[in-house]
């Protein structure tokens, strides 16, 4: 339901306003550093990773392009069960390109919201695209979670 | 750093509506509903309600009173060492009151993303004050999460 909203100085509701402001906040203002690691890192060692970094998700890297993606939930469901951790590589129990979702640094931060949001994911990698060899690949550049669109909301709920 | 923004209406810049209109937004319009386990439960069968709830965070009631909480990376952790997951219950590896940072229903939504924040969580338990035998309680009615304010960031970027 459309939220009720006055009418401050206009006939237009100050809603708009805060759409069109909301609406220029770029995904490169507010990502951040994202953790990578490579295909054939044990799952230990990504998790050892994951601590150390305070992240929730790893992005899997393969050749400089962006192959794969874990989460903590990914993890902990692994270490529920019997897989041998400092053998087995991310890899394997990672999910997988094309079915990773991923933003581009121009996009809209509401962009990023809505597809964190639509496929339930806590995090999206921020990728720049690059051709090899007749493929388009993508370079990992950043990453944009539920943590940065909390951040932003925390910094337009403040007094200016 | 503060956002440049334009003056459009009158003299007040348009940032001033974007922070009213979202510190008129209440915890109890946002929250979901709470995942509770009880304070004996297992590690093993809290992990479980984990999942089936799909929840980061799950909070630890006894005698209807938040004692804990308990987020994913705590299970993650104890899922790597050795502890026997089946006998030893949540009490002993929760983070326990007083540390548990929590919002009343009539908060503000940006107050309950800057604690998220502030304290490095995921998610706050909502709580109601009762006094029991002349202590103070606090029952759990409801919780706030990054995907609860990623979600409405999503709503204040969407076209009314």
Request: charge should be neutral; glycine fraction near 6%.
């Amino acid at each position: 339901a459309r939220p009720k909203v006055g009418y401050i100085y206009s006939n237009k509701p100050s809603y708009s306003l805060v759409y069109d402001y909301i609406r220029k906040i770029s995904v490169e203002e507010i990502m951040s550093k994202p953790v990578v690691v490579q295909e054939d890192t044990s799952i230990y060692d990504a998790i050892l990773h994951l601590f150390l970094n305070d992240v929730g998700t790893l992005f899997v890297e393969n050749n400089d392009a962006l192959v794969g993606a874990i989460s903590r939930k990914d993890f902990l469901k692994i270490a529920m069960g019997g897989t041998d951790m400092h053998k087995v590589p991310v890899g394997i129990i990672m999910t997988r390109m094309p079915n990773i979702v991923f933003v581009d640094p121009k996009d809209t931060a509401y962009f990023a919201a809505k597809k964190i949001i639509d496929h339930e994911v806590d995090s999206l990698p921020v990728v720049e695209k690059f051709i090899n060899e007749g493929k388009e690949l993508f370079k990992i550049v950043g990453k944009v979670s539920k943590t940065n669109i909390t951040k932003i909301f925390v910094k337009l709920g403040e007094n200016g």
